[in-house]
């Protein structure tokens, strides 16, 4: 399979635990992205990277939110001291450029379940 | 800033009806617009895009949509529903590479 995938896809979790989500992107694609989408609402923008740098953020992206994508491949998206608002589905997605109308290529989502 | 609003939060159509799904958006300049289709427990999946080459855009599975600038509207069709075709969908603009969705029309097909 060469799409987009993500791990874990369910992850339930006791407020004030930390959680690490990861995304493989597609295969030589520059740009990822994540999105966080919570019930009854379109995906919400969170951030981007183009190869290894992170360049732009969301305000909904709190201090306790940090994203990586340390060798331009994979991605990790870490909630620490998780609140029980952070419950929602995060989407990872991937293209091949940065022009803009490219085709994002969205993987299965973790959802996440904060108690 | 660019958005899209999706009028109807459900849409109910019996098995072999039309489908309309409505999108409106706002947008300062023409933008790229598209429909993504999200089944239960899946991720997005993309149906078509609007990016300029032409007003009438044909997807997959058999779904169309016409954009309408005096309108600006981005509706998507599809002649004849099917049971696979309920679903949850998306309308999405951008002018950059940061996409702004809809909140989504759960699309429900009755026998």
């Known amino acids: 399979d060469t799409g987009v995938s993500q791990n874990p896809r369910h992850k339930i979790t006791k407020r004030g635990q930390n959680v690490t989500f990861r995304c493989d992107p597609i295969s030589e694609h520059n740009r990822l992205y994540w999105y966080r989408q919570t019930l009854g609402q379109g995906p919400e923008f969170l951030t981007y990277?183009?190869?290894?740098?992170?360049?732009?953020k969301s305000r909904l992206l709190s201090d306790r939110f940090s994203a990586e994508r340390p060798k331009g491949s994979f991605s990790t998206l870490e909630i620490q001291r998780t609140e029980q608002g952070d419950s929602a589905m995060y989407l990872c997605?991937?293209?091949?450029?940065?022009?803009?109308?490219?085709?994002?290529?969205f993987g299965p989502g973790t959802r996440l379940t904060v108690l | 800033a660019q958005s899209v609003t999706q009028l109807g939060s459900h849409v109910s159509v019996s098995e072999g009806a039309l489908v309309l799904l409505r999108c409106n958006y706002s947008s300062s300049v023409p933008p790229y617009l598209f429909w993504y289709v999200q089944y239960p427990n899946q991720g997005l999946q993309l149906l078509l895009k609007y990016t300029s080459a032409a007003t009438l855009v044909k997807g997959i599975n058999g779904f169309e949509a016409e954009f309408k600038k005096s309108e600006t509207s981005f509706h998507l069709t599809k002649p004849s529903a099917h049971m696979s075709d309920a679903a949850e969908y998306f309308c999405a603009v951008t002018l950059s590479d940061k996409i702004i969705f809809g909140k989504g029309t759960r699309l429900h097909i009755l026998p």
């Open positions: 990277f183009q190869n290894e740098a992170q360049l732009e």
């Open positions: 997605a991937s293209s091949a450029s940065w022009l803009a109308g490219d085709e994002q290529f």
